[in-house]
């Protein structure tokens, strides 16, 4: 009884090391995906905040044209 109590323990301990590495394999591949669709949700306001950059570009320049045709009418 006491010699298969001594073997066992080291086969018992490398499962619960088998154990806790799949946790962390998980725990891993979880924190690789978070950074990947945070990275894919920074490029798409990049984009965005360019696009809204461009019409911000536009919106000043009608308005400038638009206070020249005011200014032409008074």
Do not use: C
Request: proline share 1%; charged share 25%; hydrophobic share 55%.
């Amino acid at each position: 009884m006491a010699i298969e109590s001594i073997t066992s323990a080291p086969a018992d301990i490398i499962l619960e090391i088998g154990r806790i590495g799949a946790w962390i394999q998980a725990v891993g591949i979880i924190a690789i995906l978070w950074i990947v669709f945070e990275i894919i949700i920074l490029i798409n306001n990049r984009i965005r905040r360019k696009q809204l950059y461009e019409i911000e570009d536009r919106l000043k320049t009608i308005e400038k044209k638009l206070n020249l045709i005011i200014k032409k009418f008074k």
